[in-house]
C-alpha cells in the first residue's frame, strides 16, 4: 500500500496558482523528496498532504485513509493525525518553556508515543533538557521541532525544509536523525531546496517548478537523464577575443549539452579528460582569456537549470 | 503513565504566564500601584481651616481676633491690593470689610466659600454677644465603606478582572497564531477545546491569587473590609473573568498580528475603562447614556462587586447585574467558536 497517494492537486491563491494539478504516489518506507526553489508551491503542496490546507480540486490519500471524515476536526481526522508526524516550516515553539515541557505537551496529544526521554535521544538533546526554547541554537531548535515530530511514534513524517538556515553541522546532525527513522521502516516525504540534502538523503525526488513536477525519479536517474555525469563551467574575461558560440562548443569531444548564463557557460560532459583540453584549443585559438574554469560532477540543481534554465536557489 | 492534554495545556499557558515579569506586573503590581496611589492621594482629609481676609482698616485686629478664635478659621489682615490678589487666585475664600455694616465679599458659586460666610458670620455673631437659641449636640461619623478608596477598590478589581482576561486570552491566542504555533497543533490530534479549555482555566487559577492580592492590599494598608460574604465576592469574579476570557477569545479570534489585536483590545477596554464607573461614579454621565453604560459588562461587573464589598449584598439580590455579565461572556464565546481562525 502507498503511504501517499495524490492526484489533480489544484491550489490557487487569488491570481496565483499555488499547485497545477499535482499527482504524487509515495511507497511506504520510502524517503521522498519534494525538490524546487522557493515559491515552486513545495510548502502548499505538503500543507495540503497535512490535511492543513483545504485543495481547490484533487484527491488525497494517507494511509489508506482520507482528510475531512466526519467533519473537519472529527475524530476520524484525529485518528489518521495519531498517525502522522509534521513539521512545519515556521512553527516558532513557545521560548520560555523547557525542551522537556515542549516534548510533553505534544506527547500528551498522543494515545500512544515515546517517552520524552526516549524521543530526546533520538534527536540527542538529552542535555537540553531543561534549557528555554529561546536559549536553543537554530540546529538545537530544529531538532526539537522535529522531536515534536517523532514523539507519536509516526508511521508517516512530514519535514518542511527541515535544515534550512542550518549550519553544515547541524544539518548533518539533522540527515542522521532521519536516517534513524528511516531504519526503523517510517516513511518520510521532506521538502528541501538543497540538491545535497536530496541527493543524500531521498530514495527519489520530485523536481518542482511553478506547482507543477517536472521531473520525478531516483537522484541517480535524474542525473543520468543529462546524459553525462560532469560539468564543466568557464568564464571569459571581457572583450578579449571572441567568445565561442553554443554550437562550436557543442561540438566539442565529449561535451553533451551547452547552457550558456548571463555570467558563465556550463557544458555537460562525460569525459572532462577529452573536453576540457579540447575547450582550453578552441579559447586559445579565439584568443579569449579564461577568468574562471570549474568542473563537478552533475547534481540535481544541474538537472534543474537544464529543465528551467534557471538556477535553483535564485530560480 | 499518559500526560492529560488538558492539564499539560494549562500548565504550558502558566508557565508562559509566570515566566514572564512584565506580565506579572501588569497584572498583579500595576493594579496595586494605582490603588496606592489613588488611596494616597484621595485619603479623606475633610475641608482642614479656611482661609478669610480681613481688609485693613479701623476695628480689623478685632475682627481677625474673633475669626481665629473658632478652630475651622483662620484669618490674615490684608491690605486691598493683596486682598483682591488673593481673593482672585483663590487663596482666602472670604473677604470681610469691616465697617457697619460688615461686608462679606465670596464668590457664592464655591462650596468652600459659602462654607466659609457661614462659619465666619458664625463666629463673629459669636463674638458680639448673640445667643444660641435652641440646643444641639454635634455626633461625628467616618464611616468606612464611604471613603473613596472603598469605591476604588472594587473598580480596581474589576477593570483587572477586564484587563487580563482580554489580555491574557487575546494576546496568547495572536501570538500562537502569528508564531504558527496555532497551526501546528491543529496538526496534531489536540482537540480544539482543550486548547481554549486551557486558557479558561489557567485564567482561573491566577484569578484566585489576583483577587487576594488586591483585596488583602486594600484591607492591610487601607482597612477596606468586605462587607458581604467571601463567597459571593469569588463567585462574582469567576462570572467576571470566564466572561472577559470570553471576550478576550472573540477579539482574538481572526486577528493575525500583535498589532491588530492591540487595537482592537484598546477598543473594547478604553470606553470601559472610562465609562464603567471605576475610577468615578458613571451616574456623572448624562441621563440619555445611563442605558448603554450600564448594559456594558464592566459596568455591570463594578455593580456587582461593589454591592458585595461595600454593601453587603447578597448573590440573589445582584441577578440582572450578574445576568448581564453571563450574556456577554455567553455571546462573546457562541461568535468566536463559530468565527476562530485556527491557523
Redesign the interface.
Known amino acids: 500500500m502507498a503511504a501517499i497517494r495524490c492526484s489533480g492537486l489544484v491550489k490557487r491563491y487569488a491570481d496565483v496558482v499555488a499547485v497545477a494539478g499535482l499527482e504524487l504516489t509515495v511507497a511506504a518506507g520510502e524517503c521522498f523528496g519534494l525538490l524546487g526553489p522557493n515559491g515552486a508551491g513545495k510548502t502548499t503542496t505538503i500543507e495540503i498532504l497535512e490535511g492543513l490546507t483545504e485543495p481547490d480540486a484533487g484527491d488525497v490519500e494517507l494511509l489508506g485513509m482520507r482528510w475531512g471524515g466526519g467533519g473537519a476536526g472529527g475524530a476520524a481526522d484525529r485518528a489518521l493525525r495519531e498517525r502522522l508526524g509534521i513539521q512545519l516550516q515556521e512553527t516558532q515553539l513557545a521560548d520560555k518553556l523547557t525542551v522537556a515541557e515542549t516534548v510533553r505537551l505534544f506527547r500528551s496529544f498522543y494515545t500512544s508515543s515515546h517517552s520524552v526521554d526516549e524521543v530526546l535521544a533520538l534527536v540527542e538533546l538529552e542535555e537540553k533538557r531543561g534549557a528555554w526554547v529561546g536559549k536553543l541554537s537554530g540546529g538545537q531548535k530544529q531538532r526539537l521541532a522535529v522531536a515534536c515530530a517523532l514523539v507519536s511514534r509516526p508511521e508517516l513524517l512530514f519535514l518542511d525544509e527541515p535544515t534550512t538556515g542550518l549550519d553544515p553541522q547541524s544539518r548533518r546532525q539533522l540527515w542522521e536523525v532521519i536516517r534513524r527513522f528511516r531504519a526503523a521502516g517510517g516513511t518520510v516525504l521532506l521538502t528541501t531546496h538543497y540538491m545535497e540534502e536530496a541527493e543524500r538523503l531521498c530514495d527519489r525526488v520530485a523536481i518542482m517548478d511553478h506547482g507543477k513536477v517536472i521531473a520525478l525519479g531516483t537522484p541517480r536517474e535524474l542525473i543520468a537523464s543529462l546524459g553525462a555525469e560532469h560539468v564543466v563551467e568557464f568564464a571569459l574575461v571581457d572583450g578579449a577575443g571572441r567568445v565561442p558560440a553554443p554550437e562550436e562548443l557543442a561540438a566539442l569531444p565529449g561535451v553533451q549539452a551547452v547552457r550558456p548564463g548571463p555570467d558563465r557557460t556550463a557544458l555537460t560532459v562525460a569525459a572532462v579528460h577529452l573536453a576540457v583540453p579540447a575547450l582550453l584549443g578552441l579559447l586559445e585559438r579565439r584568443g579569449a582569456e579564461l577568468s574562471m574554469l570549474a568542473t563537478h560532477h552533475a547534481t540535481l540543481e544541474d538537472v534543474f537549470v537544464s529543465l528551467t534554465g534557471r538556477q535553483l536557489r535564485d530560480a | 503513565m ?4 488538558l ?3 494549562t ?2 499557558r502558566m ?2 504566564f509566570y ?2 515579569p512584565e506580565a506579572i506586573f501588569w497584572v498583579f503590581g500595576f493594579p496595586l500601584v494605582l490603588a496606592f496611589a489613588l488611596g494616597i492621594a484621595f485619603r479623606n482629609r475633610g475641608p482642614g481651616e479656611l482661609k478669610i481676609g480681613v481688609l485693613r482698616a479701623p476695628g480689623d485686629s478685632v475682627i481677625a481676633a474673633a475669626l481665629d478664635r473658632s478652630p475651622a478659621l483662620a484669618a490674615a489682615v490684608l491690605d486691598s491690593g493683596e486682598a483682591r490678589t488673593q481673593f482672585r487666585t483663590g487663596r482666602i475664600a472670604l473677604l470681610v470689610v469691616p465697617g457697619d455694616p460688615l461686608v462679606y465679599r465670596y464668590d457664592s458659586t464655591r462650596t468652600e466659600s459659602r462654607l466659609a460666610r457661614l462659619e465666619a458670620d458664625e463666629a463673629l455673631q459669636r463674638a458680639r454677644g448673640r445667643p444660641d437659641v435652641a440646643s444641639v449636640r454635634d455626633e461625628r461619623v467616618t464611616e468606612p465603606g464611604s471613603r473613596y478608596i472603598d469605591f476604588l477598590i472594587p473598580g480596581l478589581l474589576g477593570m483587572n478582572l477586564m484587563g487580563s482576561g482580554l489580555w491574557g486570552v487575546g494576546f496568547s491566542v495572536v501570538q500562537a497564531r502569528t ?3 496555532l ?10 477545546s482543550h486548547y481554549l479549555l486551557s486558557f479558561i482555566l489557567s485564567r482561573l487559577l491566577f484569578l484566585f491569587l489576583e483577587i487576594a492580592a488586591l483585596v488583602g492590599f486594600g484591607w492591610l494598608m487601607f482597612g477596606v473590609a468586605v462587607r458581604g460574604s467571601f463567597g459571593a465576592l469569588a463567585l462574582i469574579t469567576v462570572l467576571g473573568a470566564l466572561s472577559f476570557a470570553g471576550l478576550g477569545m472573540l477579539v482574538a479570534s481572526r486577528a493575525r498580528t500583535i498589532e491588530a489585536v492591540s487595537g482592537l483590545m484598546n477598543l473594547v477596554m478604553l470606553p470601559m475603562w472610562i465609562l464603567s464607573g471605576t475610577f468615578f461614579s458613571y451616574s456623572r454621565f448624562p441621563d440619555a447614556m445611563q442605558p448603554f453604560v450600564k448594559a456594558l459588562p464592566l459596568t455591570a461587573l463594578n455593580d456587582a462587586l461593589r454591592a458585595v464589598m461595600i454593601d453587603g449584598t447578597g448573590l440573589v439580590r445582584l441577578g440582572a447585574p450578574l445576568a448581564i455579565v453571563a450574556g456577554w461572556g455567553a455571546v462573546s464565546v457562541g461568535v468566536a467558536l463559530k468565527i476562530f481562525r ?2
Open positions: 499518559r500526560d492529560r492534554p492539564v499539560q495545556l500548565l504550558a508557565r508562559e515566566r514572564e508564531k504558527k504555533l497551526k501546528r497543533f491543529m496538526a496534531t490530534p489536540m482537540r480544539r485556527w491557523r
